[in-house]
């Protein structure tokens, strides 16, 4: 054959040889194409957009179980781990709309977090986005139960406590009106009225001054407040009550403290605990407030040499409307309230409250709170000869 021929033929083979490499590459292509929408699928327009913007949990699964789409408030309720659904409760609901077709809807019980025993509520509507995904929106009802739950709890234990003092009054009425020409038996039954008015109204300001403190926004709008100011107001309110039992009140400790919160509840708080410290101290004794500061916390600890609290009694004395001992509580007018005060302001602070204790040699109450991040200065308070007799107890607790 001639050279030219020869040329032609060759010319002709190469390109039918790369004209078929050429069609095996693209037909490669496109099946890659193919394989990478299955493996790793894209929502359909606008989900993505509409997921961003949710302040609930969304999630988008594919027919594998894959996540392929999550909203931050998924990530936020910890719903989604290693591209799967991290609770399976959620997942079965999935699958199941995925199986039948049809849209469900639950409410869902799950842990907060792998080692955490707080529970979420969650009320959970699975349904199907387009032909192949499934669209799972998660809606967090854990704040609006608690507070379902602080209601009845309330209505239980406010229909508890009120029976006492109202059947007194009722009881106190109707025996005035035979007494009535008897001006001692009316004077004796008009100062029990107004003692027993008085607890009803102790009572009324201590269960709003809780339901305020139970309250999502208790801490709206946090100011700079002195811890200072807060202890002054607070023994300045118990002083008459500590001269007349005979209690002698000191204060000791560092100056200048300050922390973000509402001045107003924290005088409360520190009101409860020198009121109770008071009314279980015997005459002759000595209440001590001291104010520390150290790791950025401030600590009011209130120490008491009264009675003390039985070891099986400490971690229920800040429930509601729990007595350490009914009878003394009642005769001094307490409602069993003012701990669980204490205990709602500080955790609304993020701080705590812990008790130590000893039968017989009394307690001493520590209130904790983060300080301010600014530093104030310092200047130690001289402690006093007689305050310096007051038993320094572990706080540490």
Not at 42 to 61: F, K, M, N, R, Y
Not at 150 to 166: C, G, M, Q, W, Y
Not at 259 to 287: C, F, K, M, Q, W
Not at 297 to 306: F, K, N, R, S
């Amino acid at each position: 054959m001639d050279s030219p021929w020869l040329l032609v033929a060759a010319s002709l083979l190469g390109l039918i040889v790369g004209g078929g490499f050429a069609a095996a590459l693209f037909y490669a292509a496109r099946k890659g194409e193919r394989v990478a929408g299955v493996v790793t699928p894209s929502v359909p327009d606008g989900v993505s957009q509409v997921l961003d913007a949710l302040e609930t949990a969304g999630i988008v699964v594919d027919p594998s179980g894959n996540v392929v789409k999550v909203s931050p408030g998924a990530l936020a309720l910890g719903l989604v781990r290693d591209n799967r659904i991290a609770h399976t409760e959620i997942g079965r609901l999935a699958d199941q709309v995925r199986d039948t077709g049809e849209a469900i809807s639950a409410d869902i019980d799950i842990s907060r977090g792998r080692f955490s025993d707080a529970t979420l509520h969650l009320g959970v509507r699975a349904a199907r986005l387009g032909t192949r995904y499934v669209l799972v929106l998660a809606q967090d009802h854990t704040e609006s139960r608690r507070l379902d739950e602080v209601r009845r709890d309330f209505i239980a234990n406010i229909s508890h406590e009120l029976k006492t003092p109202i059947g007194a009054v009722g009881l106190l009425a109707e025996a005035l009106e035979p007494a009535a020409d008897d001006p001692v038996q009316v004077r004796k039954f008009a100062a029990r009225l107004r003692t027993e008015a008085s607890r009803l109204a102790r009572l009324t300001g201590e269960i709003i001054d809780l339901s305020r403190l139970q309250a999502a926004d208790a801490l709206h709008q946090p100011e700079l407040v002195a811890i200072d100011q807060v202890v002054a107001a607070a023994l300045d309110q118990n002083r008459v009550a500590a001269e007349a039992n005979g209690v002698s009140l000191i204060f000791a400790g560092d100056r200048g403290a300050k922390v973000y919160g509402d001045e107003a509840l924290l005088v409360v708080a520190v009101h409860n605990l020198i009121a109770n410290a008071i009314t279980y101290s015997p005459p002759r004794s000595r209440v001590g407030v001291g104010v520390s500061r150290k790791d950025g916390l401030v600590e009011i600890a209130v120490t008491d040499q009264g009675v003390g609290i039985p070891e099986d009694d400490r971690d229920r004395v800040f429930e509601r409307f729990f007595r350490v001992d009914q009878a003394r509580s009642r005769n001094t007018g307490g409602t069993g309230l003012g701990l669980s005060i204490v205990k709602h302001t500080v955790q609304n602070h993020g701080g705590e409250v812990k008790v130590w204790s000893l039968v017989g040699k009394g307690s001493t109450f520590t209130i904790r709170i983060p300080e301010a991040p600014e530093k104030p200065t310092t200047a130690q308070i001289p402690i006093t000869a007689a305050s310096a007799d007051i038993p320094a107890h572990d706080n540490a607790r």
